[in-house]
T-cell receptor, first 114, second 112 residues
């Protein structure tokens, strides 16, 4: 079985501040991990993914995430928040198998204050 | 441009009526998925299909039905048996293997 826990349903930062969104996963096999972003009333867009290559993954819009096996974590960071980063962020895990189903966390809503 | 289309964007129905949500993809992906999204609950898997003419129940399949007669299309029917159908519905597709899912823009269904 696989699961994802996103710590903090709502994170608020000031423009220009560090963004840190936390994700911990549970998986019985080496996982594939993903971060998605969702703007209001839209679908999900892939930010970045970890598929067992480099543990530090760079994505779009200046975001990156680091896979830490010992901590079962895949936290998302961005050095300097921009107003356009305000959205909901979802972490997801796929533990392989015949269909590579994704299990999503409940999401973290990021608010960026001017 | 390749992508996933969902129609309509907004859908209103009366209680007791069945309604079908459309999902079409031109990415040549084998796998397709339907999710339901409610505030604060993330995405929950309703049904998925890995190949034409085959599909499996997800975590919350009760009150829903699907078909997969063509590779490009994976319509979802919300039946009158679904007790709380008002939600945002997302369709996704994926190439075979450990790859990311691509999402459509979603359909917001309101049942009154």
């Amino acid at each position: 079985a696989q699961s994802v826990t996103q710590l903090g349903s709502h994170v608020s930062v000031s423009e220009g501040a560090l963004v840190l969104l936390r994700c911990n996963y549970s998986s019985s096999v080496p996982p594939y991990l993903f971060w998605y972003v969702q703007y209001p009333n839209q679908g999900l867009q892939l930010l970045l993914k970890y598929t067992s290559a480099a543990t530090l993954v760079k994505g779009i819009n200046g975001f990156e995430a680091e896979f830490k096996k010992s901590e079962t974590s895949f936290h998302l960071t961005k050095p300097s928040a921009h107003m356009s980063d305000a959205a909901e962020y979802f972490c997801a895990v796929s533990a392989g198998g015949s269909n590579y189903k994704l299990t999503f966390g409940k999401g973290t809503l990021l608010t960026v204050n001017p | 441009d390749g992508g996933i289309t969902q129609s309509p964007k907004y859908l209103f129905r009366k209680e007791g009526q069945n309604v079908t949500l459309s999902c079409e993809q031109n990415l040549n992906h084998d796998a397709m998925y339907w999710y339901r999204q409610d505030p604060g609950q993330g995405l929950r898997l309703i049904y998925y299909s890995q190949i034409v003419n085959d599909f499996q129940k997800g975590d919350i399949a009760e009150g829903y039905s699907v078909s997969r007669e063509k590779k490009e299309s994976f319509p979802l029917t919300v039946t009158s048996a679904q007790k709380n159908p008002t939600a945002f519905y997302l369709c996704a597709s994926k190439a075979g293997g450990p790859y990311e899912q691509y999402f459509g823009p979603g359909t917001r269904l309101t049942v009154t």
